[in-house]
């Protein structure tokens, strides 16, 4: 503003007032991997308000210093991890050549893609409803429940958390139902250290054990370092039994690629649903993905994530369901695990992901326990007693999981809880938030966070030339690589840069501009 005043002369065709323009445009080049656009109030109030592409929800900028959403401090890499982990971990990928099998070469594979990309937009569809309630309310503990009573009043918040529940628990449930017939099996069979220390124990017993190594590690559940852990300890299980899988495979199919060719590409619809909730069991998991976010360094960043790790679990799902399909074809186990017979090997195998399932089973309750606890646990200065309630709650989780897994059928569980459960939390409601979302704050005037009175108008948009010109002429990667760079300077410092930078209305030395604003710095 100061320089558009003062009359500044500018080498070339474009004179001052253009150049001003597009200076000031620059601190808003377009930015095509974030899913908002910058707003900003009029001077006066300086009130700067994004809207989310997918869901037309406008809230003020919670990227902004003293923002009520408060920074994490887990990495992005942890992120994706963390995520991969919720998605892969636990027993639904040694699932997905059952469901392959069940659902066809083609049918599955698609099915896996479809699902996976379906789930990453409704995410975002989440966390824009969450964040311009944090915007609204500035409380930044809000969990699914707090959510959806939000927006659809205590009915809708009782029903999302009876689903809630069910996932939890049968997600838990399918888990101990696993480490149960495992640690049986290994119990009954000689030449292994689990027959050796608990010979002919039953599948009730070890599940029992289990449960009470888990009421006490979902204590530390909420903790990033634990989550990390567990992340890692979880990807490495689960990738061993995967390798496990392809060399003893590869001996008994050796023409993997020739197998498959010759296997059904669909299958009648009665069989393709029989195990289709496989699938959403893997990537339908926004019922635990506030924690997540929440610990989270760059929470803006948190859907490109999940994006990430999405394409990352698409690949190695899929791709394992089809080599175990193709090794094993119409004798293809629900668990492929038993189709590989015993040995030291398979033991750890086993053992490793028996411990996995262990650890994941307090992050899988996470969520659900938050709500319980938040609605239950009174805090009155005596610390024992908070305490105990906490524990209680936490065996009656567990417990209730349990109690799940006495059900026949592993495959049944995950039928059960992927197919109808997790469909509900994934595409039912998130859609719903957005619509609601639209009509609530649907214009920058609305806007979640923006006191009353206070007028917002778009600034950038009339200046789409020029961004492109910025866009095309930035170095090394374009406006997304440099924007944070943009970001740190306002527009006076903008202003301040020398004229020859812009040689005509169609050029912008970039490298130039750059090297400039790096100068300043």
């Not at 639209?438 to 609305?446: A, C, E, I, K, L």
């Amino acid at each position: 503003p100061a320089a558009m005043s003062s009359g500044m002369r500018v080498a070339g065709p474009l004179g001052s007032r253009v150049l001003s323009r597009a200076l000031l445009a620059l601190p808003l080049a377009r930015r095509p991997k974030e899913p908002r656009v910058t707003m900003t109030a009029s001077m006066d109030s300086s009130i700067e308000v994004t809207v989310c592409k997918t869901t037309g929800i406008h809230h003020t900028d919670l990227g902004r210093a003293g923002s009520p959403r408060v920074p994490g401090t887990q990495s992005s890499t942890s992120t994706v991890i963390s995520i991969s982990k919720v998605i892969v971990g636990g027993i639904a990928p040694l699932l997905m050549p059952w469901a392959i099998k069940s659902m066809g070469v083609l049918g599955g594979s698609v099915s896996a893609v479809l699902v996976g990309l379906l789930s990453s937009s409704t995410v975002n569809m989440l966390i824009s409803y969450r964040d311009a309630i944090i915007a609204e309310q500035g409380s930044d503990d809000l969990n699914y429940v707090d959510v959806v009573r939000h927006a659809f009043g205590n009915v809708g918040a009782r029903g999302v958390f009876a689903v809630t529940f069910l996932i939890a628990i049968g997600v838990c449930g399918a888990y101990l139902k696993f480490i149960g017939n495992t640690m049986a099996a290994l119990s009954l069979t000689p030449g292994n250290v689990v027959h050796t220390l608990a010979p002919g124990v039953s599948a009730a017993q070890h599940q029992l054990a289990a449960a009470a190594a888990i009421v006490p590690l979902c204590a530390l559940s909420r903790h990033s370092t634990f989550m990390a852990f567990a992340a890692l300890l979880g990807a490495a299980a689960v990738a061993a039994a995967v390798l496990v899988t392809c060399v003893y495979g590869l001996t008994v199919t050796p023409n993997v690629i020739g197998a498959l060719s010759s296997l059904p590409l669909i299958t009648a619809p009665s069989t393709f649903f029989s195990a289709f909730g496989v699938i959403p069991l893997l990537f339908c998991v926004h019922w635990v993905m506030f924690p997540i976010e929440r610990a989270m360094k760059k929470r803006e960043k948190y859907n490109q994530r999940f994006l990430e790790a999405v394409w990352i679990c698409i690949a190695m799902n899929a791709g394992f369901g089809l080599l175990g399909y193709g090794f094993f074809g119409k004798d293809t186990n629900a668990m492929i695990l038993n189709n590989l017979g015993d040995g030291p090997l398979l033991t750890i195998v086993r053992l490793s992901l028996v411990v996995d399932m262990i650890i994941s089973a307090p992050i899988m309750l996470n969520s659900l326990r938050e709500i319980v606890e938040k609605r239950f646990v009174e805090v009155k200065g005596q610390i024992w007693w908070e305490r105990t309630q906490r524990l209680l709650i936490r065996t009656a989780l567990v417990m209730a999981s349990f109690g799940v897994a006495q059900l026949s059928s592993l495959g049944e569980i995950a039928n059960l809880v992927g197919g109808v459960a997790q469909c509900v939390l994934a595409f039912i409601v998130p859609p719903a938030l957005a619509i609601k979302g639209v009509q609530t704050w649907g214009t920058p005037q609305t806007a979640a966070g923006v006191p009353s009175g206070n007028s917002v108008s778009v600034v950038g948009e009339q200046q789409s030339e020029i961004d492109k010109i910025v866009s095309k002429a930035l170095p090394y990667g374009g406006d997304s690589f440099w924007s944070p760079l943009l970001r740190r300077h306002d527009c006076r410092k903008f202003c301040e840069a020398d004229g020859s930078l812009i040689n005509s209305p169609s050029s912008l030395d970039g490298r130039a501009l750059v090297e400039r604003l790096q100068s300043m710095e």
